[in-house]
């Protein structure tokens, strides 16, 4: 048995001990939506190694660039190409990158990514009670949000 880093879309984040390097991650604690492990914090802790930046951490205006320092690009082109070489080798340490279906009402704390509904593993929401057979509501006339 070996304890993973995991982390949720919904921005919880916490260990488990699971068989393997190849057991599937566990659903979140907090949402029960599906979680993708993360790297192990201890090597950052104790100074072997560090992860490079991703994509999110690049700068993404013509400021943050410092005005388009050619030096400042290139190396940041070159941690970015270090941390696709990584992620190649290693896809467990690969940014989830979705687009992003429904971020409001009940998906605000958790938007809902169209990974996550392509796969079926949640279900849209449609109104607010929970429960799994399909019925039409009766709305007083004049009064149907649908119309």
Known sequence: MRI??????????FEAMVSGPDAPPPPCADCGRPTRRLPSAGAALLGQARLPA???????????????????????????????ALEERHPELAEKRSPVVAHEGPYHAAPLTADELASGAIKPRHHAHPHGHPHSHQFPAGQNPGE
């Open 54 to 84: 991703t994509a999110d951490a690049a700068p993404k205006s013509w400021d943050g660039t410092h005005q388009g320092n050619t030096e400042y690009i290139a190396r940041w082109r070159r941690t970015l190409d270090a941390r696709a």
């Open 4 to 13: 993973y880093d995991y982390a949720c879309a919904c921005g919880t984040r």
